[in-house]
């Protein structure tokens, strides 16, 4: 019998044909986040055990667009970069479990199918949409990195506009953030094959960053809007309260996790 | 503490977020398939224990175009066609496992998340593509279903074509080929995410369609070029001997199946 | 001094980079039609000098989407179908020169740059966008054409809905409307390359099909619904009253037309 | 009677709906130039009169792959990016008319329809194709700007890749390449409607950036593959000899140019 090889599907002899190699991914990306505060009753419901609502601010929300270059360890995926660069659009809350405070993506969607990939081992819940996100450059049109500079960010599915923000700077900012600032908390999730039997696969699961280096944070304001769909409820995440908005460019590297329960 | 929803991730208080309601799915599709012998030997090696090859004519494949428009029970997607129409490409070989001969696919791509969600539930190694196949249609240049007709159809993924077929039908067809004809033998596969562990999930699970109806299969003979690609290797199922081709209009009912190991 | 040969650009000494073949163009296609009176004052702001409005029903206006197999006279590209299948959603008015009712494409969107070349040669002011309509099917859950089947369409273009429309036939139809039904009169207009000069190219032009087969037209009603965005103002063309919804296979050949202005 | 307003199609009251907005365009951007000698017949042949060959180097080709964000003047297309930003690959040769030397583009892809639109009014011979580059960036595993910095570009059109390179940066450059230098001589075509008849529109347009700002350019050495496709013909132009490979940083403004013939 033959033994087959991969990181993921599809496994073969070489293991080339993997949807993604296996870790550690290396990243390099600019993200824009904002932050705000929802009802924390919508957080809540999105909370299944064992984990439960952060003990500080517990309805505080993050919208991260982040658009980004990554890698296997071998690098190649950079030099083909239709492989390598990918958006996304994610929304992160906090929870709590034995008594840690952990960040958990609730909502993300990418464009690309190797970034889903790497979602279904990391437990994001990822599904395809088209993101934009404004880029500073340091000539033309475009803004630079200062006291004033807008970027645009906009989120769709399905053909539907879900979220649009503009984010207006105003100064280097220690932070990047809060909201998506600890270990990721997620569920691993697949049902059984056969209906009405316990789950195949349901399992929480921590990971973290093995790497990470950043530029000057920035911080100011980002007016946000989300918009209603069929099937997506970020539109439930109201906005009660704007906390901040970022700017930052980072590195990073995965390189697994443990399970927690 | 919550209880959450979804047949899939993102599951919620609702369930509506989730990138796939539950089964049971409905389709209505054209199907395009070719099938030819490969080397047996370059079969065998896509086939983990406790898996083996067909006991008769184990070198054969069928690369399959399909044309879907699917939906939930609540049929509401076909109104909203985006979330029901997907196209896909992919490759089926036959395996054994005690005793019985399954159909097995070892390759597959879509257009669509939804799609990919599904294929993560039946255990099809789902990438994304870009996938083409002629329509036949009774009025204008379009092919109609008569001796002679002819049908394009093309993959591509990362930007690469990676299959390229041109389907001659002569007559109508007491089958719509033999590869894929046998229930579904698929692994589902995810990795400990902590590194050096055992999966957390490699089961070997058996489907089937739970309903069925189709028009008249045509036959024909097909030109069939396969193309390489750094990170694909349909290519090494070299085409060694023609089968033949065939053009199928289908309906489907998938629900479930049952775990065989 | 070189020749270079191409029925548009770019021209080179074989032509064969042409970003389309000369006609005559061939059409197999599904047409979803929904028409509907507006405003007249909409559509008259619509039709510059020389037109002037229908002198009947001059609000009137139809939607129509359409899924097309398209070719050249090789009709290589239906064996290519990456090249030969595109989808459009177009606005149809009516209009009046010298005496003659003409119909008037005002806003259309299509998925595919072949599609944009052959518009600029015609008239149409075709932009980009993502357009989904459902298709008959003889099996699974895809309608039949029969009294009640539904059928839904959709529009978007820079990541934003603009049109949604679910039609349900009630029964066989003599027509398949009345708003697209006459020979469309299409302005071809290009500026100066020198800011604040005339117009390099301001024609008035005049076209039919050169070819029409058709299949049964069915009849039913629509709900319709238009939605606005930053540049976009089919939403201003408002539904005031609706007139009914088609469905039809059609055969089609483009072969040009004349100039009138 | 009515007066439509719009820089191009489709016209309307207000002019909103118009593709693209009047120049002037501003632009910040990326540059990736592959320069290297073809067979100068090769080139010939892609000047129509009245233009003739370069007296110098008349077989220098650069390939560029661009990076871009634009907008009009109201700035307004950076804070929704969708409509900004594009990429696209495209190939310069230089010409010769009455005595002065120009740069012409012979081929260019890009990825969105504004994009397209504009070419219309500049005479770049535009197609859709997915084009992608490595960016550098300070963090992580994409490049920096240094020596031995090593960026990837690749061209696909209708599923089908067409151009590749890997460009390595060896030091700073006084110059950005030569061939993309000199003002534009395009041409802007359009054929009667009439089959038979003269162009409707053949005339010969200059243009050049209105205004340019750019940062240090970086040179170095490029592997480059052309790629054939049915209706391509960019791999005709053989490398025959590699002169360099350059990266920059621009802003840049145009604003309209004039007829020369």
Redesign the interface.
């Known amino acids: 019998?033959?033994?087959?090889r991969g990181?993921?599907?599809?496994?073969?002899?070489?293991g080339?044909?993997?949807?993604i190699p296996?870790?550690p991914w290396?990243?390099?990306?600019d993200l824009l986040t904002v932050e705000y505060r929802t009802d924390p009753a919508r957080v809540?419901?999105?909370?299944?055990?064992?984990?439960?609502p952060a003990p500080e601010d517990p309805g505080a929300v993050a919208i991260i667009w982040a658009d980004w270059?990554?890698?296997s360890e071998s690098?190649?995926e950079?030099?083909?970069?239709?492989?390598?660069?990918y958006k996304e659009c994610f929304v992160v809350v906090r929870c709590s479990f034995e008594g840690r405070t952990y960040s958990r993506c609730?909502?993300?969607w990418v464009d690309?199918?190797f970034a889903?990939g790497r979602g279904?081992?990391?437990?994001y819940?990822k599904?395809?949409g088209?993101i934009?996100?404004?880029?500073p450059?340091?000539?033309?049109?475009?803004?630079r990195l200062e006291p004033g500079a807008?970027?645009?960010?906009?989120l769709?599915a399905?053909?539907?506009?879900l979220a649009?923000a503009?984010v207006t700077l105003r100064e280097p900012s220690e932070t990047n953030g809060f909201v998506n600032g600890h270990p990721m908390a997620h569920?691993?999730?697949?049902?059984?094959?056969?209906?009405g039997q316990a789950p195949?696969?349901n399992?929480l699961?921590e990971?973290g960053a093995a790497g990470f280096?950043?530029?000057q944070a920035w911080k100011g304001e980002a007016e946000l809007t989300l918009l209603d769909a069929?099937?997506?409820?970020m539109s439930l995440l109201t906005i009660e309260e704007p906390i901040g908005a970022y700017y930052r460019?980072?590195?990073?590297?995965w390189?697994?996790?443990?399970?927690l329960a």
Do not use: W
């Open positions: 019998m033959a033994t087959v990181f993921l599907y599809p496994q073969t002899a070489t080339r044909s993997s949807l296996s870790p290396h990243y390099s990306g809540a419901e999105l909370l299944p055990e064992p984990l439960s270059q990554s890698c690098r190649e950079l030099l083909d970069p239709v492989r390598a660069q609730v909502y993300i690309k199918d889903i279904l081992h990391q437990g819940p599904k395809l088209s934009h996100q404004t880029r450059h340091p000539y033309g049109p475009a803004p807008r970027f645009g960010a906009t769709a399905a053909d539907r506009r649009e503009v569920h691993r999730f697949l049902p059984s094959i056969e209906p195949a696969l399992e699961v990971a280096e950043a530029g069929p099937t997506e409820e460019q980072v590195g990073v590297v390189n697994g996790g443990r399970r």
